[in-house]
Nanobody, 125 residues
Framework: QVQLVESGGGLVQAGGSLRLSCVAS????????VEWYRQAPGKQREVVAT?????????????NYSDSVKDRFTISRDNAKNTVYLQMKSLKPDDSAVYYC?????????????WGQGTQVTVSS
């Protein structure tokens, strides 16, 4: 059974930093792409960062960011701990949201998504 558990959220002042963690069980983050999403009240869930799976030789570990967080957030992966991190700096009130990690598997043409329970990030002005 696949389980994702996020942690690290909290209340921080604008300009501050937080590091979110997503620990997986039942699936290997080293082989699978992982994304961080966020959802603010009244808004759609949006992807903010992606890290690809696989080895560096096979193009794994590539990262991508939404324009709204580029140069402020960093996604990384610790294969030994089966954990993906989202380092957030220079936080803004607009970054306030519930943050979720997401990964998925394919079986033929069928994709199955897995989500954590989310962790709340609140940035005060």
């Amino acid at each position: 059974q696949v389980q994702l558990v996020e942690s690290g959220g909290g209340l921080v002042q604008a300009g501050g930093s937080l590091r979110l963690s997503c620990v997986a069980s039942g699936i290997s983050f080293s082989l699978n792409a992982v994304e961080w999403y966020r959802q603010a009240p009244g808004k759609q869930r949006e992807v903010v960062a992606t890290i690809t799976g696989g080895t560096l030789f096979r193009g794994g570990g590539n990262t991508n960011y939404s324009d709204s967080v580029k140069d402020r957030f960093t996604i990384s992966r610790d294969n030994a701990k089966n954990t993906v991190y989202l380092q957030m700096k220079s936080l803004k009130p607009d970054d306030s949201a519930v943050y979720y990690c997401n990964t998925w598997t394919w079986l033929g043409s069928r994709r199955t998504d897995y989500w954590g329970q989310g962790t709340q990030v609140t940035v005060s002005s």
